[in-house]
């Protein structure tokens, strides 16, 4: 999933004129594929609380891809049907970051005690 909302940002950054906010659209494309790549370099590790520790470093890229959506939303150079789906997208990963977490540190959520 992480590489699907990846791939759809990337897309949406080639439309967007070369000289128009250069520095953004970079910290764009860093943001949204450290999400996949820290989860992935987590995967490799050797112990799981390294994995935890890499799954948190993902989150915090992904929650630095949806300022950057919002600010790119607020700019128009993002549609808010391509911010829509984007958004989506990320809170579904949130969603699944946090149940991978708590699956690997044995934690639960409140409403499941």
Do not use: W
Not at 50 to 66: A, P
Not at 78 to 94: P, W
């Amino acid at each position: 999933m992480a590489v699907d909302l990846a791939e759809k940002v990337l897309d949406n950054l080639e439309v967007i004129p070369t000289n128009k906010h250069l520095r953004l659209i970079s910290q764009m494309e860093s943001a949204v594929t450290s999400v996949a790549l820290n989860i992935a370099e987590g995967k490799g590790r050797q112990y799981k609380k390294e994995f935890v520790q890499f799954l948190h470093i993902s989150e915090g890229s992904l929650y630095e891809t949806v300022t950057l959506l919002e600010i790119f939303r607020r700019k128009g150079l993002f549609n808010n049907t391509v911010y829509s789906d984007l958004r989506t997208r990320c809170e579904t990963i949130d969603r699944k970051l946090n149940g991978l977490r708590n699956s690997l540190t044995g934690k639960t959520r409140e409403y499941e005690r």
